[in-house]
């Protein structure tokens, strides 16, 4: 089934769909297929994940001349490098001549140029062929044996790729976003910790898990005692992101298990800034949370309906990871605390809507922003495409 552009639509009963974007105070939540049947997945794998703009990793994981890395995105594998000049490529991870993967999946490695471990071709870092190894009489035209490119774009340091090549430019993708995120400046941070998860829940559950505090009184009581569960508000506005804010109590500068910081306030960030948390999630794979004296991440990579790798990084200003004594590790603890209360509910919930029992529910006052996500995704189900314009 098509409407209109061409896209498919999604393998989900349109009256379903309708009820997600029905008005809020009167819609429901997504069908129980929507989180567990591996035809949605694989359709969100080419229309939401592959057709959009994904998160592959910060440029500082690419920087270095010779870089190279390999990054998931849908069901292609991209390979990110750094060239002499400093310029970054991306390409699909597929050797021109039988295939061979170029680098193994999730891996890094810095060289001069590109060989693959199958049978040694040898590209240079910008993908045009350099050497057919060993390949005898037998004529390779090196014009026609490039790696096959890959859209990327960057913002505030972090790497996007497009696969299909036609996504909306990335700024119109990041629509509102990008002023929003600006006085936090994540592009000059660096990444002090990362810890990566792997779970059994829809990466959308993660998502929706993510937009809301409604849950924060049952069971985040260390999240409770920095920031009250039912302050902030959510925003609407332009692009491909759903979020909001909360409050930080007075006590609190930042959320830690004890609220103090043991790092500074981000440089320049307006005073109200420094009493405030900003969660955001860009469509469809980076929660992007703003502290006052950090910034931490969660990318995911969907691999099943029932299973997604987070990744998440703490951002802290490089000349705070340069002091003697720096730790991150009070903000680390405290979002590893909450994000495995998180996980656990999202297990929880991946199990709930995969009962013949689920039946999609009402969202309450505390939960806008995930109405937002869900409106979001129901008309790309039903359309084919995210579309930031609304
Ligand atoms: S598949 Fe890469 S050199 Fe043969
Ligand atoms: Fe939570």
Redesign the pocket.
Same mark, same amino acid.
């Given at each position: 089934m098509t409407i209109g552009n061409a896209s498919p639509t999604a393998p989900i009963p349109e009256d379903a769909l309708r009820r997600v974007i029905a008005p809020f105070g009167s819609s429901r939540t997504l069908p129980g297929k929507a989180y567990s049947s591996a035809e949605v997945f694989a359709w969100e794998q080419k229309q939401l994940f592959e057709a959009g703009w994904v998160c592959l990793c910060r440029e500082e994981e690419v920087c270095r001349s010779g870089d190279h890395r390999a990054a998931r995105l849908g069901r292609q594998g991209i390979l990110l490098t750094r060239d002499d000049g400093g310029a970054l490529h991306a390409f699909f991870n597929v050797c021109r001549h039988r295939g061979h993967e170029l680098l193994e999946p999730g891996c890094s490695a810095n060289a001069r140029a590109i060989r693959c471990p199958y049978h040694a071709w040898v590209y240079e870092l910008d993908g045009s062929l350099k050497t057919a190894t060993r390949f005898g009489d037998v004529a390779v035209d090196p014009a026609e044996h490039e790696l096959v490119p890959v859209r990327v774009a960057t913002w505030q340091g972090w790497i996007f790729a497009n696969v299909s090549g036609d996504a909306p430019p990335l700024e119109q993708w990041l629509g509102d976003l990008s002023d929003l995120v600006a006085p936090h400046a994540p592009g000059r941070l660096q990444i002090a910790a990362r810890h990566s998860y792997e779970i059994s829940s829809n990466w959308k559950i993660i998502t929706e898990?993510?937009h809301e %505090?409604y /849950? %924060?009184p049952q069971? /985040?009581p260390q999240?409770c005692r920095v920031s009250p569960p039912d302050s902030g508000r959510n925003l609407s506005l332009r692009g491909a992101w759903t979020g909001g804010f909360m409050e930080l109590v007075a006590e609190a500068d930042t959320m830690a298990l004890d609220g103090k910081s043991h790092s500074v306030p981000l440089p320049g960030l307006p005073s109200e800034s420094l009493r405030e948390v900003y969660y955001y999630g860009l469509l469809p794979n980076l929660l992007i949370s703003l502290h006052p004296d950090y910034v931490l991440t969660h990318r995911l990579e969907p691999r099943a309906a029932d299973r997604t790798f987070i990744e998440c990084q703490w951002l802290f200003p490089p000349e705070e990871l340069d002091r003697k004594n720096f730790s991150p590790d009070y903000a680390v603890e405290f979002w590893d605390v909450?994000n495995q209360?998180?996980w656990k509910?999202c297990e929880s919930v991946q199990r709930g809507v995969s009962s013949l029992g689920f039946r999609p529910g009402p969202l309450s006052a505390r939960e806008s922003a995930v109405y937002r996500f869900l409106t979001q995704v129901a008309r790309a189900y039903l359309t084919g495409r995210v579309n930031p314009a609304g």
């Open positions: 898990n993510y %505090c /849950h %924060c069971i /985040h999240l909450t209360q998180d509910a």
